[in-house]
């Protein structure tokens, strides 16, 4: 294949390789030692090498174990290079000793699971725990991962940095907690998966590649986790929602550009294959009798696209789908929603004495999609100025220029 | 911790824009100030006029030399900016993010020297 076509076609299967084989690498190599750095610097160097030489020589029968005889090396060459320093030398006699009983053995044991335990580890600052799993577990530099979080890359990458020593430091293990210990210590490997979904989700027209690509490696991520915990409701119901929010992507503008709110969404254009998977996804999890809040969130979109399908209205199970979320989870943002679906049931007013109880929560001042929702019931009431003034709060909050510009016309739409 | 979020935008694109498009971005940039009021941030902000009023000044030499336009002859210029007071670097980014401009301009966030806390420090 020397056609520029079979070399784009290589280099493409190498980054696919690449990227599929990346955080099993990293883990492998990591799990013992628990050097996170020092696996990601002999792997860059293995990784580089396959981008370089794919493309010209062919993709090898077995990447992973051509990725690793790669790194072997490399870490060989660190190991001599740091011989004096004992505790880097230790830590890399070790990395170089599993390498060689892998290299005997052509199956390299999947340990992306256990690292992310011990990315998302109580002891790991909450924050930093979606971009440690997108650096670890799918190699994503810093740089893009600052962009679509809006952090600054200098702080972003200090944070990563310190993380990962934490992770050593306080010897935290790589690996998957016993089964009472479970649930508690998936959530939060859970809430990091969607945390880095969240981010890719607020920007729909993929404009911004960096977010864009963030909703793929967050469904990627939600993948790997029900692969290797297939029996967990939970994990199976988080993949089910984030699956079910990206089929509706397609329509989320129209061919202007425009933003399309859900009820306003043509259902011709979502992902049905997509919705089908999720659909699938939320029956098995249902199986397992264990209800949870991403399952809810799941059943919530489910329930969405049956009544757009369909043209049914389903209000009252999804008031009651939202009661019992927000009896789990508690949060403000929950409350909204809530009180936009009162609101369909039985009227304006309704939805605005549900607004009303989590007025007071002072996360709210700043949250764009609160001021949104009481504008829209404020308006539907008839109280037009204090539905202008929202508006006016919800349009200097919003960061995306397209939402923004939908809230503005909804705004200059009521009366004087 | 205060920050100045400078506006730079591309001079000549505000008079090519439609009068409808001109009044949405001049709606937007209200409502950005009320919000960053709203949640007691807001220090100060003010519109610039364009650099065809601008005058660059200098002394060299003990002579001074007024020249005529920005110190910077650039397509991007500093329209307008905005001082606001937030916790850290963090919050001053999402408050530049949301600000009109960062969707057809760039916002460029400067920590303000706290001189304040010098002065009191030394004194």
Known sequence: MHSREGDAQARSTAEAVARRSYGKLVAFLAARTRDVPAAEDALSEAFASALADWPVNGCPANPEGWLLTVARRKVIDMYRGRRRAEI?????????????????????????L???????????????????????VLGLDAKTIASAFLTSPVAMSKRLVRAKDKIRQAAISFSVPEREELPARL???????????????????????????????????????????????????????????????????????DYVPLAEQNPSLWDVQMIDEAEDLLRRASALGCIGRYQL???????????????RANWAEVVQLYDTLFAIVGSPVIAINRA???????????????????????????????????????????????????YELAIGLESDPVVRRFLQQRQSALKQ | MQYLLMLHVEEAGWSKLPKAQQEEGVAAYAAYT????????????????????????RVANGKSQVQDGPYIESKEQIA????????????????????????HGAVEV??????????????
């Open chain 2, 110 to 123: 400067r920590p303000v020297w706290a001189m304040q806390a010098s002065a009191s420090s030394a004194a």
């Open chain 1, 187 to 257: 959530d939060t490997v859970l809430g990091a998966v969607y945390a880095a979904f969240a981010e890719g989700w607020t920007n729909p027209g993929g404009t911004d590649v960096a977010r864009r690509d963030l909703a793929e490696e967050a469904i990627f991520l939600g993948r790997v986790v029900t692969e290797l915990l297939p029996s967990e409701p939970e994990a199976l119901g988080l993949l089910a929602l984030i699956l079910h929010a990206e089929a509706r992507r397609p329509a989320r503008r129209n061919q202007q550009g």
């Open chain 1, 340 to 390: 936009l679906a009162i609101a369909e049931l039985h009227g304006a007013n309704a939805g605005l004495d549900a607004i009303q109880e989590v007025a007071a929560d002072a996360r709210l001042a700043e949250y764009q999609p609160y001021w949104a929702a009481r504008a829209e019931l404020l308006a539907k009431t008839g109280a037009h100025n204090e539905a202008r003034q929202a």
């Open chain 1, 297 to 311: 969130e799941a059943a919530l979109q489910s329930a969405h696209v049956f009544r757009r399908r369909t043209g």
């Open chain 2, 34 to 57: 009320e919000a960053l009021k709203k949640a007691g941030v807001h220090k100060g902000s003010n519109r610039l006029q364009p650099t065809s009023a601008a005058t660059t000044v």
């Open chain 1, 88 to 112: 880097a030398g230790e830590r890399l006699q070790i990395m170089a000793e599993g390498l060689d009983a892998a290299a005997a053995n052509a199956d390299i044991p999947d340990q992306r």
């Open chain 1, 114 to 136: 256990a690292m992310m335990f011990a990315c998302a580890h109580p002891a790991i600052d909450a924050t930093i725990r979606a971009p440690l799993l997108l650096q670890v």
């Open chain 2, 80 to 103: 307008g900016y905005y001082l606001i007071d937030v916790p850290d670097l963090d919050a001053a980014i999402s408050w530049a993010a949301r600000c009109p401009t960062a969707s």
